[in-house]
C-alpha cells in the first residue's frame, strides 16, 4: 500500500497523506493517539502494534489479535502456568 493510500485511509487529506505518512515512519514527527489509532484501523492491526519495542513481541500480538476467545484463555492459562514455575 502506497503512503498516499494508507494515510487517505486514515483521514489524512490527501494533498498531504504522502508526506505525513513518510515523516511517521522516518521519525521527524509522531503521530498522535488518534491518528495512530485510524493508522492502526486501516492497516488492521491493534495501536498496541506501534508501540511495541520488541520485534517477537509485536508478532505476537498480531497473532493474539487472531485468535478466538477460547484459544485465548487457553494459551494464557498454559503462560500463567509456566511462568509460576520458572526460576525467580
Do not use: C
Amino acid at each position: 500500500m502506497s503512503a498516499t493510500s494508507l494515510g487517505i485511509l486514515a483521514g489524512i487529506d490527501e494533498f498531504v497523506a504522502s508526506t505525513r505518512i513518510n515523516r511517521y515512519e522516518k521519525g521527524v514527527h509522531q503521530a498522535n493517539i488518534e491518528i495512530a489509532q485510524q493508522l492502526a484501523t486501516a492497516l488492521d492491526v491493534p495501536l498496541a502494534y506501534f508501540y511495541m519495542v520488541d520485534d517477537d513481541l509485536a508478532e505476537l500480538t498480531l497473532s493474539w489479535v487472531k485468535l478466538t476467545e477460547e484459544q485465548k484463555r487457553q494459551i494464557l492459562a498454559q503462560v500463567k502456568a509456566k511462568s509460576s514455575l520458572a526460576p525467580g
